[in-house]
């Protein structure tokens, strides 16, 4: 079967203020990575001039204020994890919008039901198509007990794909793991930023850290931030926190974020600070207030939070992973360890905690890392990706697509 990107594209674009359809299975019904990250890039595509239509299920009295036009589609939840949304997919209502609307581009974040409705109906009407790997569902498959379907999802992801003109990845490390795959043609780089000026070492209180959290100053706070589900490798984290407490090595254990596995978390460490779900000024000053940052997650394609944790001036210790290991220079930045190796990430904690000169060294470090990433060159590269789609003609390819168009990518000043 001939793929889309042979099929012919008559259309006739709207340039100067794209109309885009965005087709997402997390959106505003779950505060999470995936839902913050496209939530940013509406917002920036808006401001640009463009005109954005979000198709995503949703809930009562969602936890995220979403930006943009959000069109809810069907759902339910997913059983056992409630948190999660299963979309249904394009009702007839949500095809006559889309008629209405001709948007110049489809952007899907997501490769479900919902997904595959939104690439087949713009097959149907030759309209281009460009897809954002968000989510590396291999690596979940173990938690769920499905490493049986693990070729089928592959081959699924393959043919879904190569459907796409472009397809945007968030870190080298999952670039070289779709190639791998098979999935060697049209994958664009597309990292993440993070916000500088909200997440930054002078967020740091000590009044918070006595008066809110108990610590003394003195005392080293391990933190984690992050949802609480077990996918994000919580047991070796209370089993790393556990060792360390068998060793008395002195801290003090910090953990932001909700989820459904915060019950067993807590009974698993009874002297662990849980502090709930945290967003904005009180987000960055939990994460500055800490000294290390413990995230022992291999489930991730970027790491939103690990940039957040350096941003904000801390050493980190995380897995030696897709996402972290782009992130985090071993024995620079922080360290990285063996995915599920407890004795691993205890051994690199235990040194960041009793070496106060090494861990303020190596945040030092991670904030000039962390400068890098700025979400106004991040989304800039993104756009300059679309216009690559929409003027093929007219637009340079190659790396430097995004550095050769000054004319086309007038500064936007960041929200």
Not at 125 to 138: C, E, G, M, R
Not at 202 to 225: F, H, I, P
Request: net charge positive; glycine share 6%; charged share 20%.
């Amino acid at each position: 079967m001939p793929t889309y990107l042979t099929r012919p594209y008559k259309k006739q674009v709207h340039v100067d203020a794209p109309r885009i359809a965005l087709f997402t299975g997390a959106y505003n019904h779950i505060a999470d990575g995936v839902s913050r990250t496209l939530n940013r890039l509406v917002a920036y595509l808006e401001r640009r001039g463009a005109s954005v239509f979000v198709f995503a299920p949703t809930i009562p009295n969602p936890p995220v204020k979403h930006a943009g036009t959000l069109v809810p589609v069907p759902s339910i939840p997913v059983p056992g994890r409630s948190e999660y949304r299963i979309s249904l997919g394009l009702t007839a209502r949500h095809r006559r919008l889309l008629k209405t609307f001709q948007p110049d581009l489809i952007h899907i974040a997501t490769p479900d039901f919902l997904g595959f409705q939104a690439l087949w109906w713009a097959r149907r009407q030759q309209i281009p198509v460009v897809a954002s790997y968000h989510t590396h569902f291999n690596a979940y498959l173990r938690y769920y007990h499905l490493n049986w379907s693990e070729q089928l999802l592959w081959a699924y992801l393959r043919w879904f794909y190569r459907q796409c003109r472009q397809v945007y990845v968030p870190s080298t490390s999952i670039l070289e793991i779709l190639q791998a795959q098979g999935l060697s043609q049209n994958l664009l780089l597309w990292e993440r930023g993070v916000d500088t000026q909200l997440f930054h070492p002078g967020q740091r209180s000590l009044s918070w850290r006595r008066n809110v959290l108990n610590v003394g100053d003195d005392e080293v706070v391990v933190a984690y931030v992050g949802r609480l589900v077990w996918e994000k490798g919580l047991g070796v984290f209370a089993d790393t926190i556990e060792q360390l407490r068998a060793r008395q090595v002195p801290h003090r254990c910090l953990i932001v974020g909700d989820g459904p596995a915060r019950s067993r978390l807590e009974a698993r460490l009874p002297g662990a600070i849980f502090t709930g779900y945290l967003e904005g000024k009180a987000l960055a000053r939990a994460y500055a207030s800490a000294d290390v940052f413990f995230f022992p997650s291999d489930t991730e394609t970027f790491g939103n939070v690990t940039l957040e944790a350096m941003a904000s001036g801390l050493a980190a210790v995380c897995a030696d992973a897709p996402g972290s290991n782009m992130l985090i220079e071993h024995g620079r930045t922080g360290f990285l360890a063996t995915p599920g190796r407890v004795a691993e990430f205890a051994a690199y904690l235990e040194r960041l905690i009793l070496d106060t000169e090494l861990r303020q060294s190596m945040g030092r470090r991670a904030l000039e890392r962390a400068q890098h990433f700025d979400w106004q060159a991040v989304l800039d590269r993104l756009y300059s990706y679309y216009l690559e789609v929409l003027m093929p003609s007219a637009i340079p390819t190659g790396d430097g697509a995004a550095t050769e168009l000054p004319e086309l990518l007038p500064s936007v000043s960041a929200a």
